[in-house]
C-alpha cells in the first residue's frame, strides 16, 4: 500500500510539475497564435481595414519578440549544466563484485539497476541523474552511459530514460560488512523504480534544468549587455522554479516513501543493525578528519588512506566508548571493500578527492602537495608541524623584539636583539613562558599602625601599590596579558600571509590514480573549493595555544625523549615513554589566558623537560 501511495504521489506531483512548463510554453505561444489569427483575417478580408492593420503590426511584433525569448530561455535551460556531486567513478572491470551486487539487490526489489557506482568521501548515499544534454550524449550505438570515464552498466535504448548514478559514502564500504552495506543500499537502489518512470524523469530533468538555468543568469563577471539578457531570462526561469518547487518537493518525498516501502522486504533485521553502524561511521568519519586530515592537508601533506583509517578510528571509538556490541565478531565477517579489486588505488582516489572537497588542495601530488601514509604519518606531519609552528612563534618574537629569558649557567646576558634577528642563544621555551607570563604580586602585610598626629605623605598610596604596578607591566608598561594578545594578533596575521601566499599557486589539472577513472572534475568549477570546510577560521587564542603547544612538544621531543605520535580520534600527541602524558591542554590555556605559568612549568618538571634548552626547529 505504501508503495503504491508514493508512486502515485510522486506521479501526480510530475505531471503538476510538467503542467507548469506547458503553460509556460502556451504563454510564449499565445501572441503567435493571435497574430496568425490577424494575418490570416487579414489576407481573406474579414479583417480588413487601418486599425486591423496596426493591431497585426503591433501583434507580430510581440509575437516575434515573445518567440525570440522563449527560444532564448529555452537555450539556456537547455544548455545549462546542472549540479553534479563530484564523485570517483568505479569502473565494473574494477569491481565487478560490487556491480554483481547490486545488480542482484535490483533484481530482488524488481527495479531497473544503476546505471553506474560512483564513490564520495561521504558518509552518505544517493541516486544522481547525469543524463541533462549539457553533460554530453551517450557514446553512438553502445547502448551504454559513460559516467566520469568508467564503463557504466548497460542500459536500454533511449526510449526509456537511463537510470541513475548510484554515489555510494567510501566509509561505508571500508567499515560496513558486504550484508551491511546491502541493507544500507536497499531504499536507496530501490529509488531507480520512480526514477524509470517517464514523467517522473521529464520532470527531474526540467527542474534541473531551471535551477541550472538560474545559477548560470546570476554569475558575476560579465558586460552590461549580457548582465542584461541574462536577467530577464533569470527572472522567467525563477518565476518557474518558485512555481514547481512545491510540487518538486512533494515529487521526491513520494518516491523516498515508494523505495523506503519497496525495500522494507529485503533484509529487514539487518537493517536496523546497518543503520547503527552508520551512526558509528559518520562519528567516526568526523572525528578523522577534523583531528587526524586536517592537520595534514594545512601542512601540504594529504593522507592516502583516509578510509583504512576510519576502520582503525572507529575500532579505537568503539574499543573506549564500548558502542558497538559484538565488536569483535562483526569483524570476523567479509569487509565490503572485498568487493572493490584494488581498494587501495580507490581508496587514494577518495582520499584526494576530500582533500580538495574539505580544504581545497591542488588536483595532483607537488613539491608542496605530497600524500603520506599512515606510518610516516608521526614524522612526516606531527613532528614538521610542531616544529614549523615553534618556528613561526619564534619568528613573531624576534619581530616583536623579545628577549630570550634567564641565561644558562656560565653564559652572559646578551644586549637585546634587533626586530628581525635570531634569539641569540637559539629558541627556547623559557622565552614563551618568559613573555606570556604575568607576575602576581606578593601578599600584602598588615601595615602598622599609624599614629593620628603623624601626617600621611602627600604621595602615599595603599601599602605595595608601587610594586604592583611594577609586577603587572613590563619594562615598556604594557601588561602582559596585552603581550599575549599582540602576539596572537601577529601569529593570526603571519598565517593569514602563509595561507594567501600557497593559494595563489597554480592548480594543476587532476590525475587519475592507474586503472582507475579520476574524479568527476569536468562539472566541478576549482573556483568554488572548499565546497565543505571543516572548521571557521580559528581565533587568536586558538592559534596562540596551538604554537604553545607545538613549542612544548618541541621541547620534550628535544630534551625529554619524547617522541611524535597519532591518535586516531584526537590527531597528533605526544609520547613519553610509550604513553599519552594527560592534561597539557589545560595547563596551556592557563598560561595563555591567565599568564599563570606554575600549571605547565609542573608538569615540564615532572616529564623532566627542560625548558631553558634550545630546541630544532625546521
Known amino acids: 500500500m505504501g508503495v503504491e501511495w508514493g508512486a502515485h504521489t510522486a506521479r501526480s506531483r510530475a505531471l503538476a510539475v510538467l503542467r507548469i512548463r506547458s503553460r509556460a510554453l502556451a504563454v510564449a505561444l499565445l501572441p503567435a497564435a493571435v497574430a496568425v489569427v490577424l494575418l490570416v483575417g487579414g489576407s481573406t478580408g474579414h479583417l480588413d481595414g487601418p486599425g486591423w492593420g496596426v493591431a497585426r503590426a503591433v501583434v507580430t511584433a510581440v509575437a516575434v519578440s515573445a518567440l525570440l525569448s522563449a527560444a532564448g530561455i529555452a537555450l539556456v535551460v537547455a544548455r545549462s549544466r546542472p549540479a553534479v556531486s563530484p564523485t570517483v567513478p568505479v569502473a565494473e572491470e574494477s569491481a565487478p563484485d560490487l556491480y554483481r551486487m547490486v545488480r542482484d539487490l535490483a533484481d530482488r526489489l524488481e527495479v531497473p539497476a544503476p546505471s553506474a557506482i560512483a ?27 559513460m559516467v566520469g570515464g568508467g564503463r557504466a552498466l548497460p542500459t536500454a535504448h533511449r526510449r526509456t530514460p537511463a537510470a541513475p548514478v548510484l554515489v555510494i559514502g567510501s566509509p561505508f564500504l571500508w567499515w560496513m560488512r558486504v550484508g551491511e552495506l546491502r541493507a544500507v543500499l536497499a531504499p536507496v537502489v530501490a529509488g531507480t523504480g520512480p526514477s524509470a518512470h517517464p514523467d517522473i524523469a521529464a520532470a527531474r530533468r526540467f527542474v534541473r534544468g531551471l535551477d541550472a538555468a538560474v545559477a548560470v543568469t546570476s554569475a558575476p563577471g560579465r558586460g552590461p549587455l549580457a548582465r542584461l539578457v541574462l536577467g530577464g531570462a533569470g527572472w522567467v526561469t525563477r518565476l518557474l522554479l518558485r512555481g514547481c518547487r512545491g510540487h518538486a518537493a512533494e515529487m521526491e ?37 577534523t583531528r587526524v586530515a586536517l592537520p595534514a592537508w594545512r601542512m601540504g601533506r594529504w593522507p592516502s588512506r583516509l578510509d583504512a583509517g576510519v576502520v582503525a578510528a572507529l575500532t579505537e571509538l568503539s574499543r573506549r566508548d564500548r558502542l558497538a556490541e559484538g565488536f569483535a565478531s562483526r569483524l570476523g565477517e567479509r569487509p565490503a571493500c572485498d568487493l ?15 582533500a580538495r572537497l574539505f580544504h581545497g588542495g591542488p588536483a595532483e601530488t607537488g613539491p608542496d602537495w605530497a600524500p603520506v601514509d599512515w606510518a610516516e604519518y608521526p614524522d612526516e606531519v606531527v613532528d614538521r608541524k610542531w616544529r614549523t609552528d615553534a618556528a613561526r612563534l619564534h619568528r613573531v618574537l624576534d619581530v616583536l623584539g623579545v628577549t630570550r629569558g634567564t641565561p644558562e649557567p656560565g653564559t652572559s646576558e646578551p644586549d637585546a636583539p634587533d626586530p628581525g634577528a635570531s634569539d641569540p642563544q637559539g629558541p627556547t621555551l623559557s622565552r614563551v613562558m618568559d613573555h606570556l607570563t604575568v607576575e602576581r604580586p606578593e601578599p600584602e602585610p598588615e601595615p602598622a599602625p599609624v599614629p593620628e598626629a603623624e601626617p600621611e605623605p602627600a604621595q602615599s598610596g595603599r601599602p605595595g601599590a608601587d610594586r604592583a604596578d611594577r609586577t603587572e607591566s613590563d619594562e615598556d608598561g604594557e601588561p602582559s596579558t596585552a603581550r599575549g594578545a599582540q602576539l596572537a594578533a601577529r601569529l593570526s596575521a603571519e598565517l593569514a ?30 573556483g568554488a573549493l572548499p565546497l565543505f570546510p571543516l572548521q571557521p577560521p580559528r581565533t587568536g587564542r586558538e592559534l596562540l595555544s596551538d604554537h604553545v603547544t607545538a613549542m612544548v612538544c618541541c621541547a620534550a621531543m628535544d630534551t625529554a625523549g619524547a617522541m611524535p605520535g597519532l591518535d586516531w580520534l584526537d590527531g597528533p600527541s605526544l609520547l613519553v615513554g610509550g604513553e599519552r602524558p594527560a592534561d597539557l591542554g589545560p595547563r596551556v590555556l592557563s598560561l595563555v589566558e591567565e599568564g599563570d605559568p606554575a600549571p605547565l612549568r609542573a608538569w615540564l618538571l615532572n616529564l623532566g623537560v627542560r625548558p631553558e634548552k634550545p630546541v630544532r626547529l625546521v
Open 253 to 289: 518525498r513520494g518516491v523516498a516513501a515508494s523505495a523506503a516501502e519497496r525495500a522494507q522486504a529485503v533484509d529487514y533485521g539487518l537493517r536496523i543493525v546497518a543503520q547503527e553502524q552508520v551512526g558509528l561511521a559518520y562519528a567516526g568519519w568526523d572525528r578523522l578528519l
Open 119 to 145: 564513490l564520495t568521501p561521504d558518509c552518505d548515499s544517493w541516486l544522481e541523474d547525469r543524463t541533462h544534454p549539457a553533460h554530453g550524449p551517450p557514446r553512438p550505438g553502445s547502448g551504454e552511459e
Open 497 to 526: 600571509r602563509e595561507e594567501a601566499a600557497t593559494a595563489a599557486g597554480p592548480t594543476a589539472p587532476s590525475v587519475a590514480p592507474a586503472g582507475q577513472g579520476g574524479p568527476d572534475l569536468a562539472l566541478w568549477d576549482d
Open 340 to 354: 572493490l579489486e584494488e581498494p587501495g588505488a580507490i581508496d587514494e582516489a577518495t582520499s584526494l578527492l576530500a
